[in-house]
Structure formats: C-alpha cells, structure tokens
C-alpha cells in the first residue's frame, strides 16, 4: 500500500507500508489505500491552518483502478462489497464533502506505483524524477 501526497509538484507526504489486510480484489485494496491517502489529508488539515499555508479543496487523489473510481462516484452497492461498506462510506462522504476526487490515472502513470509494484527500469526512473531531483 502506498500513497504520495504533493504540494506544488514535490513530494511532501508519503506512506508505503505492506497492507494490514488481505484483501479480495484490487478494486478493495485501491479503496484500502484511498482512505488511508484521505486519513493522512484530514490529519494534516489542522497544520496546513497553523502555517497558514493555502490547501485548495478538493484535493486530487489519482487511482489507477477504474471500478474504485467509478464506485465511489456512484450510488453503488453490492452483495460482494458488504465487507468494505465503512471503507466505502468514508471515502463518499469525503467526495461529498468536497475533500477529494478520485481522478483515474493509467498504470504508467502513478507514482505511487513505485512503492507497490516490481517496475522495470525505464518505468522505476521516469516515475522516479518526481520523487527525486537530481
């Protein structure tokens, strides 16, 4: 699990962690780390205030799953995702909220990639440069 958080361009935030949970599906394990991206954000509401810093809402968070984007814009529920309700819940009342918007991105784009997935190495050092200057 993975997310990246950046403030005019640099990294300013990041969390990569092997998952507390096992998951059933990409798409739970997308929602997983979407949540834990918008925890991290709330969390850090109250320092953005302090150093009067200006945080333009709502936040763009990029997923590379295209049915946990699409789940969590829509009014949809299932049978099979009873499991990850609260999960589901959290998140749409935080699109709701305008906090965030869960924008798509393709795979070879998301960075956060890098900290949840073997690349090869064109893919590594092209992500790379936006993590790091040289």
Same mark, same amino acid.
């Given at each position: ?48 205030? =302090? #150093? ?14 295209? $049915? &946990?984007?699409? %789940? !969590? +814009? ?15 819940? =959290? #998140? ?14 393709? $795979? &070879?784009?998301? %960075? !956060? +990639? ?15 440069? =936006? #993590?790091?200057?040289?």
């Amino acid at each position: 699990m993975c997310h990246i958080g950046f403030i005019a361009g640099s990294p300013y935030t990041w969390k990569m962690q092997r998952a507390k949970w096992t998951t059933l599906s990409s798409m739970e394990s997308e929602y997983f780390a979407q949540t834990a991206a918008v925890t991290t954000l709330q969390a850090h509401e109250p320092l953005y205030k =302090f #150093l009067d810093f200006k945080v333009t809402l709502p936040i763009i968070s990029f997923c590379d799953n295209e $049915t &946990a984007v699409r %789940v !969590a +814009d829509e009014d949809y529920s299932t049978k099979r995702l009873k499991h990850v309700r609260t999960r589901m819940a =959290f #998140l749409k009342e935080a699109i709701k909220r305008r906090l965030v918007i869960l924008v798509h991105i393709d $795979t &070879a784009g998301n %960075v !956060a +990639d890098i900290g949840t997935k073997p690349l090869g190495a064109a893919v590594f050092h092209r992500l790379r440069e =936006f #993590l790091v200057w040289t």
